[in-house]
Each structure stands twice: as C-alpha cells, then as structure tokens.
C-alpha cells in the first residue's frame, strides 16, 4: 500500500509539475529516484512520530461453530488464488524478459559486427528496426533514408548509449515484472522513455534544424520495434516530441520543484514509514471490552438476527473506537459468500450491542482507534 500511495503522489507531482519541463536530465534523475524511494519506502520503520493506533484486529467471532473449517477452507483457497495468480503472472512476464534478452544476444553472437567509435554498429538486413541497447546500436540498413537523415539516426542512438539509457529501462522493466498490478509503474516507464527521447533529441537538434529533423520524426512514424525495453528511434510519442522543440527554452523553476519533491520524499517517509512503537503499560494501552471480549460475543449474539436464508461465509467489519468509549463508523470490508441481508445484521446488531469500550492510549493521551473484526457464520 505504501508504494502504490507513494507512487501515485510522485507520478502526479510529475505529470502537473515536471512533465513540460525542458530540465531533461533532472526529470530523469526525478523519476529513478522517486521510484526507487517508492519501492523500498514499506522496508523502513523508525519511530518519527505520534498518533492514533493503526488498524486494530480482534479475535473472530463465531456465529456458527459448525460451519468454522468450510468458511476458513473458503478464505484460505482465495488467499491461494490470489498468490498463486500473482506468482504465475511475475513468472510469465519474467520469462518473457529473459526470451527477449536472448534474441538480443542471439544477434549480437551471430550477426557481423563494425567497431565504431563509441559504439558497435550490427546491421538487421531489415528483420529489426533500428534500436540501441547498451553499446551496441542495431542498424535496419534497408531503410529508406538519406545520408543526413542516417547520419542524424545514428547521433540520435549514439545519445542513448552515452548516456546509458538502457539501465534506466531494464531497471523499470524488472520493477514491472514484480509490480505488474500497479499502474503507476506503468505510467513511469513510459514518462521515462519520453525523457531519454527528449535528451536524444536535444542532442541531434545542435547537429540540424527543429524543421528537418520534425521531418525526419515523422518520415519513420510507422515503424516499430520488437524488442520492448530497447531504445528505438521511433517509438516514443512523436507528437510531444515535435511540441517540446518548439517550446522556449525555458525550465519552470525547476530547482525551486526538486527542493519540493525533496521536501515530499521526506513528508511520505514521515507519514508511511513512520510508526509508534508502543510498550503495553499504564500508559500505552489497546482497545478493550470492560469485561473482557468474551462479553462483548456475547452480547453481539444476543441482538444478532440470523437471516431466513441461511449461508455460510465470512464478514469484515471495520468500526472506530472514539475516545469517549463510543462505537462509530461502522462498515463491511469484506464479505465472503454472504448476502447483503447478513451485511444489515451485522451492521444493526453493533448499533444496538450493550458494551462499554475501553478506548486506546498513547503516551498517556485517550487517542481513536479503527478496529476490525472477522464474522464467521
């Protein structure tokens, strides 16, 4: 939860702030680094600060004992699903990565190979576009362009190895392969490679004029390429490349929105990270039921009302604990093979449900607390 909350706040201070920026370079170093700090932001846990208790989860309560093995069997196989579904995925995206990097290497072993300075050129004899990857750039020699324009191309897949663009996009195509669910990763790798266009660009338009290379973009629109995290000279949003040359040079404050997301990594950290550490004395306490849970179960099965039509399932409840003792916010999180019938009882039962709650404390302070409780029925 901490990277995709991360995530998202990073990508929109990027999209609203960053993205029409002509501080290439620094919008790259943004986005690696944000993502990075994304990713690792669940491993870190420092006590920073107080605050109310997170969520709570108290013993299941059980509505009908014969019923508890099926119900968990039922939980159980869905937690299954849902882990064995997201293994089979990563493994399959991971397998597609390794074969791509195979056909790579395949040509690079096969193909005849010219050293230039700086690079080594392979020609595809029209079988592949013309990408980069690493230090070597693939040629598609029988591609229908003028000495300029060749000469143009190259300087343009020479920008990428110089600047060893091909890190940056394995690193995210590895991070896609684990975190394949999360659409932000998604949203990064394609602001990425827009960038390194960018900073390609910039380069080949001191060797020509935005006009002839405008043109030269949209001579090789059509053209695609089979290698999914190789740089190719054509894949990236032509249209927003053509529009950022014609935009002034000018850089938006951009020291002024680093020191910003740098204030923002700090405030995510403070927020997501930080946790209180809380020693059980008279002090520090958990929410309890004066008279003890069992009570509590008690009570709840009392003015529980069991539906007509019976099922088995499992309900989620979440609910706060204020620091007058009182019991709010009631809502299902969760519910399992149950209808909406069993959703109204349980919600009715903990309105009318005769218990003195004892709230949570902190350092000394009565502070609220989100409770959830497990419902088997």
């Known amino acids: 939860m901490e990277t995709f909350v991360s995530l998202g706040i990073f990508h929109s201070f990027y999209y609203f702030f960053l993205a029409k920026d002509k501080s290439f370079g620094r919008n790259r170093f943004f986005l690696l680094a944000s993502i990075l700090f994304s990713i690792l932001l669940p491993t870190w846990e420092f006590s920073a600060w107080e605050s109310p208790l997170s969520l709570q989860t108290i013993p299941t309560l059980i509505i009908d004992k014969q019923n508890i093995q099926n119900i968990e069997n039922v939980y159980i196989s869905w937690e299954n699903t849902i882990f064995y579904g997201y293994w089979l995925v990563t493994l399959v995206l991971l397998v597609r990565f390794i074969f791509h990097l195979y056909l790579i290497f395949e040509k690079i072993a096969r193909l005849p190979q010219t050293h230039k300075r700086g690079y080594i050129l392979i020609n595809t004899e ?25 000469d143009l191309v190259l300087y343009h897949e020479q920008r990428h190895i110089w600047d060893k663009h091909t890190i940056d996009v394995l690193l995210i195509e590895v991070i896609k392969i684990f975190f394949w669910f999360n659409p932000f990763v998604y949203f990064y790798a394609s602001a990425l490679r827009l960038q390194h266009e960018y900073i390609a660009d910039v380069g080949v338009l001191r060797e020509t004029t935005p006009q002839n290379y405008g043109r030269l973009l949209l001579k090789n629109l059509t053209q695609k390429i089979q290698i999914p995290f190789a740089h190719s000279f054509n ?72 539906p007509k039509n019976k099922y088995e399932g499992k309900i989620f409840l979440q609910f706060t604990i204020n620091t007058n003792g009182t019991a709010t916010d009631f809502r299902i999180t969760k519910n399992i093979n149950l209808t909406e019938e069993y959703e109204k009882q349980v919600l009715n039962a903990m309105k009318k449900i005769d218990v003195k709650w004892i709230p949570a404390k902190v350092n000394g302070s009565i502070v609220k607390q989100q409770m959830s409780l497990p419902i088997i029925f």
């Open 126 to 150: 029209g079988n592949w576009e013309t990408f980069s990857f690493f230090h070597y750039i693939f040629w598609n020699n029988k591609q229908n362009l003028t000495t300029e324009e060749e």
């Open 235 to 306: 894949q990236s949003d032509v249209k927003k490349r053509l529009l950022m040359m014609k935009n002034s040079d000018f850089y938006f404050y951009f020291w002024h929105k680093l020191a910003a997301s740098i204030v923002l990594m700090i405030a995510l950290s403070w927020i997501l990270a930080g946790k209180t550490n809380l020693n059980i004395n008279e002090n520090n306490r958990f929410v309890s039921v004066e008279g003890g849970l069992d009570k509590f179960y008690i009570e709840f099965n009392k003015v529980f009302k069991q």
